[in-house]
């Protein structure tokens, strides 16, 4: 595994999350069956670009980034033939306290994990893929990558779009003066 904090790295072993935490990022996959990205959107995109001459033949790389369709374009740019490129996004992550109280799968049990596998997914990465998730006990919904996209988007304007309703209706009551 590799992390630009080098202590992330070294807390991911003592979790034995990863067998060994490596300085670079390139030695970090060049031996690595499965990649997982777990960053936001735009450092995914440069991360796809930095790895792609590193990665072994018939690898996977997944993603925990938030929108989809950038991150699918992008590896299908930049990933060599026979690379397989799934994109996730785990929703709802569970409780991180229970994590922090010994249970470790605490934050992925019960979570609907999004999957955009895109056609030149190999269906042997897809299986594996599906069984790591069923071993954190999450449950795989597939989805194409822009109605992904714009569910996502809409998640994240509704917190928005309530509050100037709220305000909307507020505005226009009698006792809103003070509110103005």
Known sequence: GHDREPERGRAAVAAEAIDRAVWTLPAAVEEADLVFLCEPVDQTLETL????????????????????????????EVLPAGVSYVGGHPILAGSPRAAAEGDPLAAFRGVAWCLCAPPRAHPVAVAT??????????????????????LAGGALLLPLLGELALLGALDRSPSARDLR
């Open 49 to 76: 670009t930095w790895i792609a001459p590193h990665l072994k033949p018939e690898a996977m790389v997944s993603d925990t980034a938030a929108l989809k369709v950038a991150v699918l374009q992008r590896a299908a």
């Open 129 to 150: 893929l599906e069984r790591l998730l069923a071993a954190l006990q999450a449950r795989p919904f597939y989805i194409d990558a822009a109605e992904h996209d714009a």
